[in-house]
C-alpha cells in the first residue's frame, strides 16, 4: 500500500486550484483599458495594472510597470518575469490553457495576425515559464478528442483567403510542431489544401501526405474553419510521435 500512497499524495501536491484574491487594476479596474504617457512625440499606450491570484493557497501578485518609452516590464511576487512591448499589447488575461486548474498569463498584441505570449505555471516549483515561440501559433485552440494537442489559425495573404493552420503540443514547457496545414483560395492561386507532417519537430522537414481541392473540401463543411476543428480532431494520430 505505501507505493499507492505516495502516487495519491504526488499527485495531490502538484495539483492545481487557482482563484483571484483581490483586483487592482489601476486601468479603471478594467484590464482592456489603456493608460498612456506622453513623451515627445507622441503619447504611448501601456497597461498598468496589479492583480493577485492565488494557486494551490499561495498568493501570486502580478504587475507591470514601465520600464522605458517602448517597453514595460510584468514581474510576479516582484520577481522580473518578463518585457513587454508596451504599444502592440491588446489585452493581458489569466486563463488555464492547458486545463490543470491552475492560472496561465496570456499576453494578446495587436496585428493582422493575433499574436499571443503564454506564461505557463509550473506547478513542481511554484513559478511561471514562458512557453518560447508560442507567438507562432496564433488563436490556439485545444483539442476536444486529444486535450495535450492544440491547433492553431492564421491568415496567410489574398485578404485571408490563403491561411495556415499548425498542430503542436507542449512538453516540458517547449512547443512540439506536429502537423501543418496551408489552405489556398485566392485565385491567383492553386485552390488547394495541403496538409504535411512535421519531422522530428523541424519545420525545414516536412513530409506532405495529403493534397485535397479546395472548393469540395470546404463544401462538405460549415466553413474553413469547422474543417479545420473536425480534421485536427479526428486526424491528429497521424501526426503524433511515435
Known amino acids: 500500500m505505501k507505493p499507492l500512497t505516495v502516487i495519491i499524495f504526488s499527485i495531490f501536491l502538484f495539483a492545481c486550484n487557482?482563484?483571484?484574491?483581490?483586483?487592482?487594476?489601476?486601468?479603471?479596474?478594467?484590464?482592456?483599458?489603456?493608460?498612456?504617457?506622453?513623451?515627445d512625440v507622441y503619447e504611448i499606450p501601456y497597461f498598468n495594472f496589479d492583480t493577485t491570484i492565488i494557486?494551490?493557497?499561495?498568493?501570486?501578485?502580478?504587475?507591470?510597470?514601465?520600464?522605458?518609452?517602448?517597453?514595460?516590464?510584468?514581474?510576479?511576487?516582484?520577481?522580473?518575469?518578463?518585457?513587454?512591448?508596451?504599444?502592440g499589447i491588446n489585452n493581458i488575461e489569466f486563463i488555464d490553457f492547458n486545463k490543470d486548474s491552475c492560472k496561465d498569463i496570456l499576453v494578446s498584441y495587436r496585428g493582422n495576425n493575433v499574436i499571443n505570449d503564454i506564461y505557463m505555471f509550473d506547478s513542481k516549483n511554484s513559478l511561471f515559464k514562458k512557453i518560447?515561440?508560442?507567438?507562432?501559433?496564433?488563436?490556439?485552440?485545444?483539442?476536444?478528442?486529444?486535450?495535450?494537442?492544440?491547433?492553431?489559425?492564421?491568415?496567410?495573404?489574398?485578404?485571408?483567403?490563403?491561411?495556415?493552420?499548425d498542430l503542436f503540443t507542449i512538453e516540458n514547457f517547449k512547443i512540439i510542431h506536429l502537423g501543418h496545414i496551408y489552405g489556398m483560395s485566392c485565385e491567383r492561386d492553386p485552390q488547394v489544401i495541403e496538409i504535411y507532417r512535421i519531422l522530428d519537430n523541424n519545420d525545414e522537414q516536412q513530409k506532405l501526405i495529403e493534397k485535397l481541392s479546395y472548393s469540395k473540401t470546404i463544401s462538405q463543411y460549415d466553413d474553413k474553419w469547422d474543417f479545420i476543428e473536425k480534421y485536427w480532431n479526428l486526424n491528429y494520430k497521424k501526426f503524433a510521435n511515435n
Not at 482563484?19 to 504617457?37: A, R, Y
Not at 515561440?133 to 478528442?145: I, T
Not at 486535450?147 to 489574398?158: D, E, L, Q, V, W
Request: charged share 25%; hydrophobic share 30%.
Open 55 to 87: 494557486i494551490n493557497n499561495k498568493p501570486f501578485k502580478i504587475k507591470t510597470k514601465i520600464f522605458n518609452d517602448y517597453l514595460e516590464s510584468i514581474s510576479v511576487n516582484s520577481i522580473f518575469l518578463d518585457t513587454l512591448y508596451r504599444d
Open 132 to 165: 518560447k515561440g508560442f507567438e507562432s501559433y496564433p488563436e490556439a485552440v485545444q483539442l476536444k478528442s486529444k486535450p495535450t494537442f492544440y491547433y492553431s489559425y492564421h491568415r496567410a495573404g489574398c485578404a485571408d483567403m490563403n491561411w495556415i493552420s
Open 18 to 39: 487557482s482563484q483571484h484574491k483581490k483586483e487592482t487594476f489601476k486601468v479603471g479596474n478594467d484590464i482592456s483599458k489603456h493608460d498612456t504617457v506622453q513623451n
